[in-house]
C-alpha cells in the first residue's frame, strides 16, 4: 500500500517511517511511503506557501495553489480518481483539527485502498477551496490542537500499516488488538515469574489454557469497564461474558 504525505516539513515526518516496523515494512515492499515538500511546488522564486486571510484577522492561510499542484503532479491530475478504472479512486485526506475523528474502524477503512494521500496543514489552516475541491476527506486525531497535522497524518499511516497482511511479525497480526475486539486488552506479564516480591498471576503459569483464555476475556471485560465503559456498551457481548463480568 502506498501513502503519499503533502507537508510543509517532510523531515519531521522521516525519521519515523524510516525506523522500527514501518522501515522493515517497507525493506519487504509491504508498504511505499513518499514525502513531497509542498514547498517544491509553490511558484515564483520565494516559493510562497502562505497569504494573510481575506477579511484580516491574524494567522496566515496555505495558499491553494502549491498543494493542488503537489498533489495533481504526483497524483496525476484528476487526483482522487481511480488509479485504475476497476479500484477504488485514491482518498486524499486533510489532516485538520476539524475533520472526523479518526479511530480504529476508519483504520480499517483506509486500509483497504491501494493508495492513500494525506495533506498536512499548519498555520491557521487551509484556504477554503482545498477543503471543496481537492480533499475527499478530513481527519482529526483528537480534541486538542497541534502546530500542524504531521503528527496526525503519521498516526494514520502508522495505524494503517500495521493492519496490511504481513506487516506485524506475529502471525495473528493486528486482529486480537483492542479495539479490533472492542475491548481493551488484558494484562499481559513476562519473565521473570516474580519481581521485586510481585508475582504473576498463578493462572498464567498453570499450563491450562482453557482457563488461561478465560481469565484473559475476564480481565479485558473488567478493564473496559471500569475505564472506558463506553467501549464496553458497543461491544457485542455474549452470556459467557456477562458472567465473567458478574452481571
Ligand atoms: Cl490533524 N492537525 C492539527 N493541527 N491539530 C490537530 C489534529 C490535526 N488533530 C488533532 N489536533
Not at 68 to 91: I, Q, R, W, Y
Not at 118 to 135: N, S
Amino acid at each position: 500500500m502506498r501513502f503519499d504525505i503533502f507537508t510543509l516539513f517532510p523531515e519531521v515526518c522521516a525519521p519515523y517511517v524510516q525506523e522500527s516496523i514501518l522501515k522493515r515494512a517497507q525493506a519487504a515492499g509491504l508498504v511505499d511511503v513518499r514525502l513531497h515538500n509542498i514547498r517544491d511546488y509553490a511558484p515564483g522564486k520565494h516559493q510562497v506557501t502562505d497569504d494573510e486571510p481575506y477579511g484580516g484577522g491574524g494567522g496566515m492561510v496555505m495558499k491553494p495553489e502549491p498543494v493542488f499542484n503537489a498533489v495533481e503532479t504526483v497524483l496525476g491530475s484528476g487526483a482522487g480518481d481511480a488509479p485504475e478504472a476497476s479500484k477504488a479512486p485514491t482518498p486524499i485526506i486533510l489532516l485538520t483539527p476539524q475533520g472526523r475523528t479518526f479511530n480504529q474502524e476508519i483504520a480499517y477503512e483506509l486500509a483497504r485502498h491501494e493508495r492513500i494521500a494525506l495533506v498536512c496543514g499548519r498555520y491557521e489552516g487551509f484556504d477554503e477551496r482545498i477543503r471543496e475541491h481537492l480533499a475527499t476527506d478530513e481527519l482529526s486525531i483528537g480534541d486538542y490542537v497541534l502546530t500542524g497535522g504531521e503528527l496526525a497524518a503519521l498516526i494514520v499511516v502508522d495505524a494503517v500499516a500495521r493492519l496490511l497482511p504481513g506487516v506485524l511479525g506475529d502471525p495473528t497480526g493486528a486482529e486480537d488488538d483492542s479495539f479490533a475486539m472492542g475491548l481493551l486488552e488484558y494484562p499481559h506479564y513476562t519473565r521473570p515469574a516474580e519481581y521485586r516480591g510481585w508475582r504473576v498471576p498463578d493462572i498464567l503459569v498453570s499450563g491450562d489454557h482453557g482457563k488461561v483464555a478465560r481469565w484473559r476475556r475476564q480481565q479485558a471485560l473488567l478493564r473496559t469497564r471500569r475505564r472506558r465503559p463506553d467501549l464496553l456498551e458497543r461491544a457485542p457481548l455474549s452470556k459467557d461474558d456477562r458472567k465473567l463480568l458478574g452481571d
